[in-house]
């Protein structure tokens, strides 16, 4: 059977270098890895993951779980995770929970049981404590990693962090966007209050209000979920209870979509009549029948970064502390100057 070692001879190359350019770690330049590859594939090459943890005493083996993998946001993240991964020669088992409470603990307890090193974690939003998962995180001496919200006693915990997009600031500037543009009935449609992010997004769009002087009524805020169908559903009651309003912050790209095509169902022009602002800029908001308005929700670069922390924090070159992601606001069709009043 063939060994790096032998590569390395055939290659006159160190067996370091052999095992980081098959592991394509971002020291080693892409001729040598081309050359290193093409050499294991001549001999027949083929890695021992069993072996090479046993040297270490280590797994090698990283755990994500997000909610839903086909999901285009947890898709990106998985994406950010696993490519900075692969570069420091880990696996990711990746798994989802499907909006189950049981069936997100028990897929933890099998990555715990697998002996993974950490676990990524995009956890249920209905529930603001999550003691049970981190209980068996530290009976395990797992670290924890949450992503894009953390739950309210994640801070009691050793080992356990979380990185998030700037929500608070995400809300500002939606609010700030569409004052500029003269609006000043402006409807919130919110996601689960139980949510880190979802708190955060209301708090923004709250304290920017004010601070212009504005401040806010409570009965222009709908709770309306995170989906599509919430969208539609809470743009639905929002007319029903016939709200003056002409704008929209959305907590979420995928309500303002839903809301956005309930108001042009119902005779009204988006940006003309009422204008729209979202949270996210996913692969569907530049794509839509109008292209939306929103507030970025960085996704490959929040798993990166995630992936980065537990590695320094391992490494004691940083503290089990979060990290916040900063957001930029891409204006599109969604928005427009205030209408002027009627009559």
């Known amino acids: 059977m063939a060994t790096l070692k032998q590569i390395a001879k055939n290659l006159d190359l160190s067996v370091m270098a052999i095992s980081k350019a098959l592991r394509d770690a971002p020291d080693i330049g892409a001729s040598t890895k081309e050359r290193v590859r093409k050499e294991a594939d001549r001999v027949g090459y083929v890695p021992n993951y069993n072996a090479r943890s046993l040297r270490a005493g280590r797994t090698f083996l990283l755990g994500a779980l997000v909610q839903e993998i086909n999901e285009p946001f947890a898709a990106g993240v998985l994406r950010g995770i696993e490519d900075s991964a692969a570069e420091e020669g880990f696996q990711l088992l990746v798994s989802a929970s499907r909006q189950n409470e049981d069936r997100e603990v028990r897929l933890l307890q099998r990555m715990f049981e697998r002996k993974v090193e950490a676990v990524f974690i995009q956890t249920l939003v209905r529930l603001q404590h999550r003691t049970p998962i981190l209980e068996a995180a530290r009976k395990y001496k797992t670290p924890l990693i949450?992503?894009?919200?953390?739950?309210?006693?994640?801070?009691?915990?050793?080992?356990?962090?979380?990185?998030?997009?700037?929500?608070?600031?995400?809300?500002?500037?939606?609010?700030?966007?569409?004052?500029?543009?003269?609006?000043?009935?402006?409807?919130?449609?919110?996601?689960?209050?139980?949510?880190?992010?979802?708190?955060?997004?209301?708090?923004?769009?709250k304290k920017e209000l004010i601070e212009a002087g504005f401040g806010y009524d409570d009965e222009k805020i709908f709770l309306s979920g995170l989906d599509?169908?919430?969208?539609?559903?809470?743009?639905?009651?929002?007319?029903?209870?016939?709200?003056?309003?002409?704008?929209?912050?959305?907590?979420?790209?995928?309500?303002?979509?839903?809301?956005?095509?309930?108001?042009?169902?119902?005779?009204?022009?988006?940006?003309?009549?009422?204008?729209?602002?979202?949270?996210?800029?996913?692969?569907?908001?530049?794509?839509?029948?109008?292209?939306?308005?929103?507030?970025?929700?960085?996704?490959?670069?929040?798993?990166?970064?995630?992936?980065?922390?537990?590695?320094?924090?391992?490494?004691?070159?940083?503290?089990?502390?979060?990290?916040v992601i900063p957001v930029e606001l891409s204006v599109r069709d969604s928005t427009g100057p205030c209408p002027s009043p009627k009559g």
């Open 146 to 205: 949450f992503l894009d919200h953390y739950p309210a006693d994640a801070k009691q915990f050793e080992w356990v962090s979380w990185v998030i997009a700037d929500c608070y600031k995400a809300g500002r500037l939606a609010a700030s966007h569409l004052l500029e543009l003269g609006h000043k009935d402006i409807l919130y449609f919110s996601g689960p209050p139980t949510a880190s992010s979802t708190a955060d997004h209301m708090s923004g769009f």
């Open 228 to 323: 599509v169908e919430g969208g539609r559903e809470t743009m639905m009651r929002a007319l029903a209870e016939k709200m003056k309003f002409t704008a929209i912050v959305c907590a979420v790209d995928a309500v303002a979509i839903g809301a956005i095509e309930i108001l042009r169902s119902q005779g009204y022009r988006v940006p003309e009549d009422v204008s729209v602002v979202g949270f996210g800029d996913g692969i569907l908001a530049a794509h839509g029948n109008v292209p939306l308005t929103t507030v970025s929700r960085p996704q490959v670069e929040l798993g990166s970064t995630a992936f980065r922390h537990w590695i320094r924090c391992k490494s004691g070159k940083e503290k089990w502390e979060p990290k």
